[in-house]
């Protein structure tokens, strides 16, 4: 009966030829079950019109659900491409805004000697090395903004002993720094960096050599 469906069905719905109806109702009054088939068949023609209805119902449900899981997908990561756009943009613009002008760098890092802010009168009769004094009138220099003299005394200091030409090497950072001259004054931080034990190879030196 099943190979009579086909059939069946056209024959309900009147696209047999002549001589396929004429057949076809023969084989029905030779097969009494295919008859009753065919009597039946208004009866479950609308179940299966449900049936197939149902499937479509549900194929077009899966379609939308998945087209709704590949928005919300899309939209996810596109909030998250927008979100990493915005952070990266932002990370550059604090590093932008937040460099710091040689000038800012001078007054973060330099730090004036005691002996020139607060000794004042009690401590006048105690004695001062040359090399003590010549450091203090560096600092003056530097202080001054005087960037020729600074560096053309700071050149003589460096034939000084290893202790003090290791400050004199940390305050021509400085004298650079004052002058407005990052690069020149990064170049002279390096040597002090790569030299192990230098006295002013610390953390401070590497956080300014960070934001040079």
């Given amino acids: 009966m099943k190979d009579h469906y086909s059939f069946i069905e056209a024959y309900h719905q009147n696209k047999l ?42 194929k077009m449900n899966e379609i939308r659900t998945n087209k709704t899981r590949s928005f ?3 939209s996810f990561l596109s909030y998250a491409a927008a979100i990493l756009l915005l952070a990266v943009a932002g990370f550059w ?6 460099e710091s ?17 607060s000794r004042g009168d009690e401590n006048a009769d105690q004695k001062v090395t040359p090399t003590e004094l010549a450091v203090q009138n560096i600092h003056k220099l530097i202080q001054s903004g005087d960037v020729a003299q600074t560096e053309e005394v700071l050149q003589k200091l ?6 003090q030409r290791e400050q004199v090497e940390w ?5 650079a720094l004052k002058a407005g001259d990052k690069e020149l004054a990064k170049k002279r931080l390096d040597v002090i960096l790569s030299s192990p034990g230098h006295l ?9 050599a960070k934001k040079l």
């Fill in 17 to 58: 030829s002549p001589e396929q109806k004429s057949l076809f109702e023969k084989a029905m009054e030779a097969d009494p079950d295919l008859k009753v088939a065919v009597n039946n068949y208004w009866k479950i023609e609308p179940v299966l019109d449900l049936l197939f209805e149902d499937d479509i119902r549900s």
């Fill in 171 to 175: 305050l021509m950072v400085m004298s």
């Fill in 101 to 117: 002008t040689p000038e800012q760098l001078f007054v973060e890092f330099y730090k004036s000697p005691l002996s020139l802010t």
């Fill in 72 to 74: 919300r997908l899309g």
């Fill in 200 to 208: 002013y190879n610390n953390d401070k030196s590497k956080r300014l």
């Fill in 158 to 163: 460096l034939s000084l002993p290893s202790n």
């Fill in 93 to 98: 613009f604090w590093q932008q805004t937040d």
